[in-house]
């Protein structure tokens, strides 16, 4: 084919548009946040401080797995890092891993803590090019009841869940049928377990792991012997960075997520109040945002399947922009238009 004729030169853009796309960041990245001395970020999700490490390998064209850890009772965020990110393999590990603050010192609440995990996941997105279905969480004892918690809760968000000397239903305040019910697919689970541990009994552990097997979960269990917590050099973290870790890298993905929606009752209001608040629904969304002009993107109240804005109305329109978000999946803006008029 001549290299200079039309259909050569098309063809030949066409690919080139393609392989751009292919490698290009799905969203315009913040800035990497600063790192301090032991190559750690540090970052707040307004739910919560958070604490994190990018390896080397890093690349901001290619998307990149992420880890995401709770620590247990009495544990600190800041410090689990270095059980999570081995120094010895931190360098060329696969994925970008943080650990979940704002309950340092502390056990998890299941109940109410849920929210620090999914806004530091979105939150460390704004930074990263982080893979929407290389998304795993664990966690250790407590965390452990988080990291199953939120995981089924949430499971349409995770490619796989990592927990340790835990039990996927007994501290979660919730049933097993209704954690099970509530996964939206068979979200893979490796769990390691150690025999001696008599704060989960290897009984219970054994038996709840084997309900979930038998409703189709894929379950890799492990066990090793020891009890709750065993010192360093052979103790509990290094069975964790030895026997569970690995599964970060085992292609665990989750099913596509559905692109996030928003919708309102209006979208032309004419008042003659100061100030308005507007309200709507979102699907697929874990959280929506507006802006008015003049201002950045602010969080809007409310759950993100029934949020509400208020508007305070400084000129005669005001025009309203919402977004519902999932990840680094965005939907399309809605705009309000708001006209005030004299009473």
Not at 11 to 37: C, F, H, N, T
Not at 55 to 74: E, R
Request: glycine share 10%.
């Amino acid at each position: 084919m001549n290299p200079f004729s039309l259909p050569f030169l098309r063809r030949s853009l066409a690919i080139l548009a393609l392989a751009l796309a292919s490698s290009a960041p799905l969203l315009a990245l913040e800035p990497r946040p600063p790192v301090d001395g032991q190559g750690y970020f540090t970052l707040n999700s307004g739910q919560s401080l958070y604490y994190g490490y990018a390896p080397d390998t890093y690349n901001p064209a290619v998307p990149i797995s992420l880890f995401v850890w709770m620590h247990g009772c009495g544990g600190q965020a800041y410090g689990d890092l270095y059980t999570v990110a081995p120094w010895a393999t931190r360098a060329n590990q696969s994925y970008i891993v943080i650990s979940i603050g704002g309950r340092d010192g502390q056990c998890w609440n299941t109940n109410t803590d849920a929210p620090k995990v999914l806004a530091a996941i979105d939150h460390v997105s704004r930074y990263f090019n982080i893979n929407p279905r290389k998304v795993y969480m664990g966690g250790y004892s407590s965390g452990g009841d988080m990291t199953y918690r939120v995981g089924f809760e949430n499971a349409g968000r995770f490619a796989g869940l990592l927990a340790v000397n835990s039990d996927p239903f007994r501290d979660t305040g919730k049933t097993g049928q209704t954690l099970m019910a509530a996964a939206s697919w068979k979200i893979n689970v490796a769990h390691l377990a150690h025999t001696g541990d008599m704060t989960y009994p290897i009984a219970g552990v054994r038996a709840n792991l084997a309900t979930l097997q038998a409703k189709g979960f894929p379950v890799y269990k492990i066990e090793q012997p020891g009890g709750h917590w065993e010192n360093e050099p052979n103790g509990t973290n290094h069975n964790l960075r030895t026997y569970l870790l690995p599964y970060l890298d085992a292609g665990w993905v989750s099913p596509r997520p559905a692109k996030p929606t928003i919708t309102t009752t209006k979208k032309k209001i004419t008042t003659s109040r100061p100030r308005i608040v507007l309200r709507g629904k979102s699907k697929n969304a874990s959280a929506v945002e507006y802006k008015v002009p003049g201002a950045r993107y602010k969080a809007a109240k409310g759950k993100p399947a029934n949020w509400r804005v208020t508007v305070r109305l400084a000129r005669p329109k005001t025009v309203v922009q919402l977004r519902a978000k999932q990840g680094n999946l965005k939907s399309k803006v809605l705009k309000v238009t708001i006209r005030r008029v004299s009473a």
